[in-house]
């Protein structure tokens, strides 16, 4: 909520800000053929704090009339592996930011995912590809008021 307050005074008189987060309901994992999705299953059993903060956020800053939402679209995001392997390293180093150990039910939870996903892989056999779809929502937010209006009140 901080960054949202404070971005409102970077912006010009008339800008807005293009704000793009991913959709709490966590990434998939699947495997595909021709464009076909044969299996999906979840990465985590948990949602993201992160993911819950920022849409939180968004939504305390619509309610508190800092910005006004001009327009608004979710889209999947996917990333493509050419194996199962690549594709838990590529997640590993993506999540290497955070903090902490994760705990040994995570980590089992996240190893029987990989297993399903890996054995779904060599089933399908040739043209079978892996990848990881998120959801993802844009904004286009706009001021509600005036920053230089703020600016000049603060200081009073």
């Not at 997640?91 to 996903?117: F, L, N, Q, T």
């Not at 998120?134 to 600016?151: G, M, N």
Request: aromatic residues 6%; charged residues 35%; negative net charge.
């Amino acid at each position: 909520m901080h960054a949202l307050q404070e971005i409102r005074f970077l912006l010009r008189p008339g800008g807005s800000l293009i704000e793009i987060h991913p959709v709490p309901e966590g990434p998939l994992i699947e495997v595909r053929r021709h464009g076909r999705v044969l299996f999906a299953t979840p990465t985590r059993s948990t949602l993201d704090e992160d993911e819950l903060c920022a849409e939180e956020a968004l939504a305390e800053s619509v309610r508190g009339r800092l910005f006004g939402i001009e327009g608004s679209a979710e889209f999947d995001f996917l990333t493509y592996a050419s194996s199962v392997a690549e594709l838990r390293d590529f997640m590993a180093k993506e999540s290497a930011h955070k903090e902490g150990p994760e705990d040994e039910a995570e980590e089992a939870a996240k190893a029987e995912v990989y297993s399903r996903v890996e054995q779904t892989w060599h089933a399908v056999g040739e043209g079978a590809e892996v990848a990881r779809r998120e959801r993802a929502r844009i904004a286009r937010l706009r001021p509600l008021w005036d920053r230089r209006e703020r600016r000049s009140t603060n200081e009073s």
